[in-house]
Each structure stands twice: as C-alpha cells, then as structure tokens.
C-alpha cells in the first residue's frame, strides 16, 4: 500500500510539473514531457536519476529515501518558519545528516523529527510540512525532467566537465519551474534546502566528478531567488556561515 501511495503521490507531482506552462508551451519539452513516465522505488537511498530508453520512451526513478529526505526538510522548515532561529535550523540539517546518508527510511524520519521536538499533531505544522515537502520533491523531479527535454540522457559523448554542466543547466530548468509553482516560496525553499541537506551529507571540499560541488549549487540558488531568501531571514552574508565547514564533519563517522 505505501509503494502504491509513493506511486500515485510522484503521479500528482509529475502531472503538475509537466502541466506548467513553461513546460506545455514548449513543443520540445512537452513531447518529452508526454512520452516520460514517472517509477517510485522502495529503497531508502536518497536518490534520483532520469534515463531515455529512446527519443519516445523516457523515464524518471525517484527512491523512497528522497521523498522521506523532503519530508525532513518540510518539517525542519516548517518549524523554522515558526521560530526563526538560523541556528536550529543549521544543528538540525547537520545531525540528520549523517543518519539519513546510512538509512532514509519513514522511521528514521520519525524518529529525527520526534528528537527535534515536533509536533505532527499540529495541523497547521502538518499543512505546511506537507507543502515543503511536495514541493520539494517536485523540484527533484523538474530536475530530472530537464535532463530528458534537454537532451542530457540521449548523448553519447559523456565527459566529467559535460556531466556538471549539464547538472547546472537541469538546475536552471528547475528553477523556472518553481518559478510558476502555485506556491512558489514553498518550493524555492525546500529546493535549496533539500540541496542544503545533500552538503551536510557530502561536506567535503573537493569538487565531484559529476556533479557540481552542492556549495556551489546553494549559492547559485540563493542569488536566483535572493529576495525571497531574505524575507526568509537569510543573508547571504550568512549562508557560508550556515554551511557546514568542510572540515568540522565526517558522515561516514
């Protein structure tokens, strides 16, 4: 029953994502868009990937673990957007860090949650959880879909270098589907904060072979919507301090 609702809440998103505008209005991106399907997978990993079996047939895998990582996210900003408190809200993303990296499960989520002192029984907090949440996961999966439209996961001549700019171009799709998101500060949020999660996970300094360095994607989603992240309370001037120190922390520990 849980894979069946994991399946039928990615269809929900899905369905939304490809319906924006940005995406309908775009030949291209649309007859993509139609041709991809959508899979949830149970493993507990946080992990997403899309593939194209031919230039009719796509698909987008989104695990478990990532939707119960939004789920986190959703209620650690819920609460910030309650508290305001710039540091909680880092101790919280760095103490779930390492226990998610090892197991994302619905438990491990819960338990997270019931450390942190919150209340699933508030339904306002309930309300906006869910709404991070979703939007969060449905910023995962505009990722994953411009990866398909704009052609990543057809091409052949595969460099590392190729491999993080399309990473970065994929983010700027994104980006402007959130951009026309009904709840649009929900999904800006929990964007950035879900890749906030993913540098607590990789803290590291080096640069990795595929993707462009999660600090560097945080700073580039912050300058896209920095309006929006100072009405949230964060300057700019602050969010390296917010970030972990490549230094301070060790995941596999």
């Known amino acids: 029953e849980e894979t069946m609702n994991s399946q039928m809440y990615l269809d929900q998103i899905f369905a939304q994502v490809c319906g924006t505008a940005y995406v309908k209005h775009n030949p291209i991106y649309n007859h993509h868009a139609q041709n991809t399907k959508i899979n949830s997978n149970n493993s507990t990993v ?128 994104a980006a402007q589907i959130i951009e026309v998101f009904p709840a649009k500060s929900y999904g800006i949020y929990a964007n950035m904060f879900i890749e906030v999660l993913f540098l607590w996970m990789s803290p590291s300094n080096y640069e990795p072979s595929t993707h462009p360095h999660s600090r560097e994607r945080v700073y580039n989603m912050y300058d896209s919507h920095d309006v929006y992240f100072r009405a949230f309370g964060l300057e700019r001037a602050y969010l390296d301090l917010f970030l972990p120190n490549p230094d301070e922390y060790d995941v596999s520990i």
């Open 46 to 173: 946080v992990n997403a990937y899309a593939t194209m079996m031919d230039l009719d047939h796509s698909k987008i895998v989104i695990y478990d673990g990532l939707v119960m990582a939004a789920s986190l996210v959703g209620a650690i900003l819920a609460d910030y957007s309650k508290t305001k408190n710039l540091a909680t809200l880092r101790e919280r993303f760095r103490k779930a860090a390492p226990t998610l990296a090892k197991n994302s499960s619905k438990e491990t989520v819960l338990t997270l949650i019931g450390e942190f002192g919150l209340n699933l029984e508030d339904a306002v907090f309930m309300d906006s959880l869910e709404t991070y949440a979703y939007y969060g996961v449905a910023a995962v999966v505009a990722h994953e879909l411009g990866h398909i439209v704009l052609g990543h996961c057809a091409a052949n001549d595969w460099t590392e270098v190729l491999s993080r700019n399309n990473e970065r171009q994929a983010d700027l799709f």
